[in-house]
C-alpha cells in the first residue's frame, strides 16, 4: 500500500506559479511512475505529467513549456513546478503512483485545489 498526500494549492492570479507537493509513504519502492492529474469543474479527468522510476517524463500538451514534474526520492516526495498559470488551469490536482504488484495497483491523493483568479 501506498499513501499519497497533496499539499501546495491556492489562490494564484493570471501567470503566476504554484508548487505542488505529494508526500508518499508505505511501500514507495514498488512505485514505478507517478503522475499528476487534474479534474476542472465540468470537465473530464486529465493526465498532466508522468515521470517514470528512470526519471523520464511526460505532459500534456496543454501544459507543456509551464510546468515541470519531478521528485526527490530521499524525500519521497513528487513535485509539479506551475507557472504562467491560466484561468483553465483551475482545478483540483491528484497524484497517483502506479504500484508493482500481483496486480499492479494505482494509490491516489486525495486532491489538492488550484483557483486561478484575478
Known amino acids: 500500500q501506498v499513501q499519497l498526500v497533496e499539499s501546495g494549492g491556492g489562490l494564484v492570479q493570471p501567470g503566476g506559479s504554484l508548487r505542488l507537493s505529494c508526500a508518499a509513504s508505505?511501500?514507495?519502492?514498488?512505485?514505478?511512475?507517478m503522475d499528476w492529474y487534474r479534474r476542472a469543474p465540468g470537465k473530464q479527468r486529465e493526465l498532466v505529467a508522468t515521470i517514470t522510476s528512470g526519471g523520464v517524463t511526460n505532459y500534456a500538451d496543454s501544459v507543456k513549456g509551464r510546468f515541470t514534474i519531478s521528485r526527490d526520492n530521499a524525500k519521497s516526495t513528487l513535485y509539479l513546478q506551475m507557472n504562467s498559470l491560466s484561468f483553465e488551469d483551475t482545478a483540483v490536482y491528484y497524484c497517483t503512483a502506479h504500484v508493482a504488484g500481483d496486480p499492479d495497483v494505482d494509490s491516489w491523493g486525495q486532491g489538492t485545489q488550484v483557483t486561478v483568479s484575478s
Open positions: 508505505g511501500s514507495i519502492a514498488r512505485i514505478y511512475a
